[in-house]
C-alpha cells in the first residue's frame, strides 16, 4: 500500500482524557503550525481548510487546558500563530512514544511481511 511507513506504524492514538488525545493528524498539524508560524498555511499544507484547522486547534488547546497553539491577530502579515511551551512539549512526547512504538514493533512487523511475502500477496 502506497504511504505505509516500512515500520508498520501507521497510527498511534494517545488518549490522555475524554477531550485531551492526540494522534497523527493533530501530532502534524501541530509540527506544520511549528513550521509555518501559520494555523491557515499548515491547514493548507495538509489539505484542510481554515476552518477545520482552526477547529483542532481550539480542540487541542481545550482538551489539553492550556493553550498549546497561541495566535496572534494582525492584518497583512502581521498575525499568525506558534507552539506554546507546552505545545512543543506535547509534540516532542508525541513524536517520541511514536519512534519508541516503531522500534518495538519492528521485529514483528518483520515477521508479519515475510509471511505475506510467502503468501505471494503485495
Do not use: C
Not at 482524557?17 to 509540527?31: K, N, Q, V
Not at 503550525?33 to 480542540?59: D, H, N
Not at 487541542?60 to 494582525?74: A, I, K, Q
Amino acid at each position: 500500500m502506497a504511504g505505509v511507513p516500512d515500520s508498520g506504524l501507521t497510527h498511534l492514538r494517545i488518549t490522555l482524557t475524554e477531550t485531551a488525545y492526540l494522534g497523527p493528524g493533530r501530532a502534524d498539524l501541530l509540527e506544520q503550525i511549528g513550521q509555518t508560524g501559520s494555523i491557515s498555511a499548515a491547514g493548507k499544507a495538509m489539505g484542510m481548510s481554515y476552518k477545520r484547522a482552526w477547529g483542532l486547534v481550539q480542540a487541542l488547546n481545550e482538551g489539553f487546558g492550556m493553550v498549546l497553539v497561541e495566535t496572534s491577530r494582525g492584518g497583512s502579515g502581521q498575525g499568525g500563530a506558534q507552539l506554546s511551551e507546552a505545545g512543543q512539549l506535547v509534540l516532542t512526547h508525541y513524536r517520541s512514544m511514536q519512534e519508541r512504538t516503531r522500534a518495538a514493533i519492528a521485529e514483528d512487523v518483520s515477521a508479519l511481511r515475510q509471511l505475506l511475502d510467502m503468501s505471494g500477496k503485495k
